[in-house]
């Protein structure tokens, strides 16, 4: 649980929060946010550590709502439009 709940979702939520401004073309990152998912990524690594796995799993989860609700806010403020068009010829 230590490796995929604080490893694994620590380079997810970096690489997300990396690249999702840049492909949607929106605002960087804020330095708050990335104190909030360095700090839930620490706390989740400190409770799975000390065998407290209730309270792991809750920062766990909120971890994942911070960056779902990240990625929600930046897809909602996007730049990007598809066009209205197919761009392939209607056969």
Known sequence: MLKIQCFE??????????ALPRFLETTPTRWWQLF??????LAVGVSLTVDSFRVGQWFYLALMGHVALFGLRRLRTRTIH????PSFPPV
Request: glycine share 4%; with cysteine; charged share 0%.
């Open 82 to 85: 598809h066009p209205s068009s």
């Open 36 to 41: 909030v998912s360095l700090c839930l990524a």
């Open 9 to 18: 979702a620590s380079f997810a939520t970096g690489f997300l929060m990396t």
